[in-house]
T-cell receptor
Framework: GENVEQHPSTLSVQEGDSAVIKCTYS??????FPWYKQELGKRPQLIID?????GEKKDQRIAVTLNKTAKHFSLHITETQPEDSAVYFC???????????FGKGTSLLVTP | EADIYQTPRYLVIGTGKKITLECSQT?????MYWYQQDPGMELHLIHY???????EKGDLSSESTVSRIRTEHFPLTLESARPSHTSQYLC????????????FGPGTRLLVL
């Protein structure tokens, strides 16, 4: 089955710096790659997603890039703020007929 | 308002008790999922359903069972709770075709004494 690896497991940055979280996947048939943010005590919430026919997608300070050949995708957060502190999960699936396979999560801490 | 609802939000129960965690969604989604997650840690898929009368076990072995008699309702049952079942349980749902966004419920925090 699909295996999604996520790095790093923890990341600490200063406010205003950029943060990058990377994920690799094993199944070349995967074509949907969402990113979820989970704040302390809250439910995971989708922040951005990308499909395999697109190489990059941006939404304000958040961007995701996908390299299908290398089977990896990354989340980029620019101008980080303390409220960006959370656990971030990447996931991959072969489409809506398949379950999402999640990475193990990255705990991001943004210090003022 | 379209959302996923879970009850109870918190539960403290003694070993050996039978418990049912409720999950309902008002979005008409076909697919529903149960995850087990220790706070801030990995999401483990324990059960899923692709429609009424369809249930499957997930990647993580679980002593729980599920049922899907109605589209909107996907309860999870533990016949005999143990301290090792202490965790957070998250329900999620997703539409069958087209939009692939998966939505999570607020979770149930379970403590088994």
């Amino acid at each position: 089955g699909e295996n999604v690896e996520q790095h790093p497991s923890t990341l600490s940055v200063q406010e205003g710096d950029s943060a990058v979280i990377k994920c690799t996947y094993s199944d070349s048939a995967s074509n949907y790659f969402p990113w979820y943010k989970q704040e302390l005590g809250k439910r995971p919430q989708l922040i951005i997603d990308i499909r395999s026919n697109v190489g990059e997608k941006k939404d304000q300070r958040i961007a995701v890039t996908l390299n299908k050949t290398a089977k990896h995708f990354s989340l980029h957060i620019t101008e980080t703020q303390p409220e960006d502190s959370a656990v971030y999960f990447c996931a991959a699936s072969k489409g809506s007929g398949y379950a999402l396979n999640f990475g193990k999560g990255t705990s991001l801490l943004v210090t003022p | 308002e379209a959302d996923i609802y879970q009850t109870p939000r918190y539960l403290v129960i003694g070993t050996g008790k039978k418990i049912t965690l409720e999950c309902s969604q008002t979005m008409g989604h076909d697919k529903m999922y149960w995850y087990q997650q220790d706070p801030g840690m990995e999401l483990h898929l324990i059960h899923y359903s692709y429609g009424v009368n369809s249930t499957e076990k997930g990647d993580l072995s679980s002593e729980s069972t599920v049922s899907r008699i109605r589209t909107e309702h996907f309860p999870l049952t533990l016949e005999s709770a143990r301290p090792s079942h202490t965790s957070q349980y998250l329900c999620a749902s997703r539409v069958q075709t087209g939009q692939e966004t998966q939505y999570f419920g607020p979770g149930t925090r379970l403590l088994v004494l």
